[in-house]
């Protein structure tokens, strides 16, 4: 089914925090404040940010499937919650522009590992800002000149965080059990793993592992950023992150979304300050090439039960 396809989406910790609605002839797309993550992001930006990335999740799996959708995005100011409304036509076939994404959907996984470099990077990299470009999202390479400084911002957001005590409890809430909805700790890394990624968000430890020992980390690092800073950028954000993030695995490349480094207000200025645009960072995006290994496994998803709900006329 289309909208089991389309919550493969990426969300913060893995929380999936969209609710559907379908009235019989529209469906209908909310934001579930329940799992917003109030130490990490209380203003509710990266939760928009997740819903923008279902929905375009969605609207390319219907196409898959016959279906066009119509977005309006934020269609009652009354209802901050609701974000988007489909509304949908027949389609005959499949676009042969988004039929190696809805493919690469199932495949998507988040790789906190080391990376080799992508192959072909320039063809890459125009290809992702065209696709952000209808959502008025720019994609800006961080150049090798300034990575260390977007290491050295990730650690001193760690530092800021780490005796945080309601941030640490909520995301050792989110990550690594068995059979939970976070993140489990089959997706997590090493201590030894993780110091060979300079830009990345500090999880809790797996157990001792030191898979692709022999690699130094060659991915990218992309930002994508607005010229505002509402939710409507941030729903555009999501939109733009999940055609970047469906775009690469379709080219065979490996990615990891970050959104750690812009939590806070001091690493957003750090990024802005070595980007083109100088725009509102919103998610940083590493690419790359990861071996042929075991590699991250899939998350857990909700059952459809637990996030649609179908009201009749």
Not at 199 to 214: C, L, M, N, T
Request: glycine share 4%; net charge neutral; with cysteine.
């Amino acid at each position: 089914m289309a909208l089991m396809l389309a919550c493969r989406a990426p969300s913060l910790h893995n929380t999936q925090p969209w609710r559907w609605v379908f009235d019989g002839t529209r469906l209908h797309l909310f934001s579930d404040t329940d799992r917003l993550l109030r130490s990490a992001d209380p203003l509710g930006r990266q939760l928009v940010i997740s819903c923008g990335a279902v929905l375009d999740h969605a609207r390319i799996a219907f196409v898959s499937k016959g279906w066009f959708a119509d977005v309006t995005r934020l269609p009652d100011p009354d209802l901050p919650g609701h974000l988007a409304t489909l509304k949908f036509r027949p389609w005959p076939s499949a676009l042969n522009t988004t039929a190696a994404r809805v493919r690469a959907i199932r495949r998507r996984r988040t790789d906190r590992l080391p990376m080799l470099a992508p192959p072909g990077w320039f063809d890459v990299l125009d290809t992702l800002r065209e696709l952000a470009s209808p959502h008025h999202v720019a994609v800006d390479e961080i150049a090798d000149s300034n990575r260390s400084r977007l290491a050295a911002a990730t650690e001193h957001a760690t530092a800021l965080r780490r005796y945080d005590m309601p941030y640490q409890n909520e995301l050792r809430w989110w990550t690594g059990h068995l059979n939970f909805q976070g993140v489990p700790d089959t997706a997590l890394v090493s201590e030894d793993e993780a110091a060979k990624v300079d830009v990345g968000r500090r999880f809790p430890s797996a157990p001792y592992s030191v898979r692709r020992a022999e690699l130094e980390d060659r991915s990218r690092l992309v930002v994508l950023s607005t010229l505002g800073d509402t939710p409507s950028h941030w729903l555009h954000t999501g939109e733009a992150l999940s055609e970047v993030l469906l775009e690469s695995t379709a080219r065979g490349l490996a990615t990891c979304p970050l959104t750690h480094i812009t939590e806070l207000v001091t690493s957003r200025l750090v990024i802005a300050e070595v980007i083109p645009h100088r725009d509102r960072p919103q998610v940083v995006i590493r690419i790359g090439t990861a071996p042929e290994d075991a590699g991250p496994t899939p998350t857990p998803r909700r059952s459809l039960d637990e996030v649609l709900e179908v009201r009749a006329h």
